[in-house]
């Protein structure tokens, strides 16, 4: 009878076994230029992408109103992370997903007076961030890899 239990035991260990499917990357080609609607809210179809960003607009300038229209550049990162920035804002915002929310997982400080024409690129491993044709720097989601003095 023990031996039973044993088995049994031995089974259900096996059963409970993690399943890890590696290499993964989670990569978009290319960023996604989305216009915020009149709810606050981003929308990409094709990767069957919502979510509300007046809470990213108000961290940024602290004022979600009239958000409409406005334009959000994102991208996701080979490991999963969003990368998220829109014309005027200061900085980068980088979010994981937690239980069916986006958290801000870190802040990166890129400009004093704001970007004007922000781009993000796929540049593996890392995520170049633009400003219209100059290039800024290389981030992953830990920072700034490399900055535009360090180009060569």
């Not at 969003?82 to 870190?106: D, H, R, S």
């Not at 170049?128 to 830990?142: A, K, S, T």
């Amino acid at each position: 009878m023990r031996a039973i239990t044993f088995l049994l035991i031995l089974i259900a260990i096996a059963g409970c076994k993690s399943i890890v499917l590696e290499p993964a990357d989670f990569a978009w080609p290319i960023e996604s230029v989305l216009t915020v609607n009149k709810n606050g809210t981003i929308e990409e179809n094709r990767y069957s992408f919502q979510v509300n960003v007046k809470p990213l607009f108000d961290a940024e300038r602290s004022d979600s109103t009239g958000v409409s229209m406005e334009s959000v550049r994102i991208i996701r990162g080979e490991k999963g992370y969003y990368y998220m920035i829109a014309p005027g804002f200061k900085n980068l915002y980088i979010f994981t997903v937690n239980n069916g929310q986006m958290v801000l997982y870190n802040q990166i400080h890129v400009s004093e007076t704001g970007i004007e024409l922000p781009a993000l690129n796929q540049r593996k491993p890392y995520i170049e961030l633009l400003d219209g044709e100059r290039h800024l720097f290389y981030v992953n989601n830990e920072g700034i890899k490399e900055n535009s003095s360090e180009t060569k």
